[in-house]
């Protein structure tokens, strides 16, 4: 009804009030939502439609991953030149083993021990420590306890170490670690020979070499060794056992490939870094030490066999050699005096330790004396403690034998 | 110097017992610090492609494991090196979740300006 009084134009505005009907007058209406939008539109401009920028699909849009394109690129070649590297490392030292390896196998029981697998089962071989060491132990032999044969070749699997390499170049290097047998009947000996910076790097490294020997420059003139090389003997007697006419003869003829003989009865090591100190002396060990050029030894096999034979003979020599009376005894001397320095050197750490020790003690002594529930028990050792810081406190009297 | 004598002893015979590795872990390292480095650099930069990210960050992430993989030292490495690979790979991941548009090549930058 009340629809049909707002549309029939035939109603009257006489007969009914708009307000009793809530009639709003549409035209009116109109005019006043205009005149609201011109008015705004006077105030704000219109502003344009703003696209938000959503990259594109990597399928549709690859080209532009540009760095991260080089970024891959880079890692693959990294790989590739890692897998390159390894492989080449590999190569060197299997054929050097296979050089070495008859030669091993006519000096000792077993070659290429791995510490697990059976003796019988065992098949000589090199083992691979990393991607650029391989190593192999060889034992089972008179005079000596063990070879230890370490070939430690060029990270060239690692491109950032093949580029470092060509400002500080290295080279590829077999370490042969001897331990020799001990014995009463064995003479002591430190002897050190090989080119200068390798030799000097190590007379100012090793502790041995560092407190025992010193360069022989007359005895390396007069043996007309190398010009570049460096002689270190604890004393001129060991020099002249050593170094007879063919372990010179063979020393020069491979000067290439042998880089540094070190052969001592007191090696303990490279010496404490500054400002550190052994609180107790490291017990010395009787080792040989030789250091080959790797691309030198690989050579041909003939080197391979004379160097590795030097190596044995020198075993050898070293057991049977046998000093003079005063030179065994200046040698025992100089070791004693070592000792002596270093026991007084370090005395005060010693008491400071045993003191500490002592105190460590006592108060683990007076925690039980607490922790004991036992009254009677408890007085029986509380009596003994003060028995015993009673006679801690008495002087100490010295008895003079009177003759 | 020859040997007649077979100088080959089966009762003297003295195992092989592996170097401790973490006994010799510090003169190890001395030595040759490079993987210990790379594994250093290779969890902040994955760190840094997470939480800033920054996409380069996580790419170079990425190449430090693949450094460090390469300087491996013992066999005992190779958890480290597998979790330096995962997260600096879960960086690179997030970074590109996050915002796929590729990284603005500095050549793009001087050839504008």
């Known amino acids: 009804m009340v629809t049909e009084c707002i549309y029939s134009p035939s109603v009257t505005k006489d007969d009914f009030e708009d307000d009793d009907f809530g009639v709003v007058d549409e035209q009116e209406e109109e005019t006043e939502k205009a005149k609201e939008t011109e008015t705004e539109d006077q105030q704000t401009p219109v502003q344009p439609l703003k696209f938000t920028d959503v990259p594109a699909h990597f399928r549709s849009n690859w080209a532009s991953y540009q760095v991260e394109g080089i970024v891959v690129l880079i890692i693959l070649i990294y790989l590739f030149n890692y897998i390159v590297g390894k492989t080449t490392n590999a190569t060197i030292a299997n054929t050097v083993f296979e050089m070495c390896r008859p030669v091993l196998e006519e000096q000792f029981a077993v070659v290429g021990d791995d510490g697990t697998t059976e003796l019988e089962k065992l098949e000589p071989s090199l083992r691979r420590d990393t991607d650029s060491t391989f190593s192999a132990w060889c034992t089972g032999r008179v005079n000596v306890n063990s070879l230890f044969i370490q070939m430690k070749t060029i990270k060239r699997q690692d491109l950032v170490s093949r580029v470092l390499n060509i400002f500080d170049p290295t080279f590829d290097k077999m370490t042969i670690k001897v331990s020799l047998e001990t014995g009463n009947d064995v003479d002591p000996l430190i002897f050190a020979i090989g080119e200068k910076k390798v030799a000097s790097k190590n007379f100012k490294e090793m502790l041995d070499l560092n407190s025992f020997v010193s360069e022989r420059k007359q005895a390396a003139q007069q043996f007309n060794l190398p010009a570049n090389w460096q002689l270190y003997a604890d004393q001129n007697e060991v020099v002249y056992s050593i170094l007879d006419p063919g372990v010179v003869s063979l020393l020069k003829r491979h000067e290439q490939a042998i880089e540094f003989i070190h052969i001592s009865d007191q090696f303990t090591g490279p010496k404490p870094v500054d400002g550190e100190s052994y609180t107790r002396l490291p017990e010395p060990q009787r080792f040989m030490f030789v250091t080959l050029n790797l691309k030198q030894l690989g050579e041909d096999e003939e080197s391979v066999t004379e160097i590795f034979n030097l190596v044995f003979y020198l075993m050898d020599k070293v057991k049977k050699m046998k000093l003079s009376k005063d030179a065994k005894q200046k040698a025992e001397r100089r070791r004693k005096e070592f000792e002596d320095a270093f026991l007084k050197q370090t005395h005060q750490f010693r008491q400071e330790a045993a003191q500490a020790r002592k105190e460590e003690k006592t108060r683990e002594r007076k925690q039980k004396l607490m922790d004991e529930n036992d009254p009677d028990r408890q007085k029986r050792l509380e009596a003994k403690e003060l028995k015993r810081e009673a006679k801690a406190k008495q002087p100490k009297m010295k008895q003079l034998k009177v003759k | ?113």
Do not use: H
């Open chain 2, 1 to 113: 110097m020859q040997q007649n004598s077979d100088p080959r002893r089966s009762n003297r015979i003295v195992r092989y017992k592996p170097l401790d590795p973490t006994a010799n872990q510090q003169q190890a390292v001395s030595e040759d610090p490079l993987p210990e480095y790379m594994n250093v650099l290779g969890m902040i930069f994955s760190m840094c492609g997470l939480m800033i990210r920054m996409k380069w960050c996580s790419w170079l992430a990425l190449v430090c494991s693949c450094i460090s993989f390469a300087n491996t030292r013992t066999s005992d490495d190779a958890k480290q090196i597998v979790s330096s690979f995962m997260l600096s790979v879960s960086a690179v991941v997030m970074s590109y979740l996050q915002n796929p548009s590729p990284i603005i090549p500095p050549w793009v930058t001087l050839f504008q300006s």
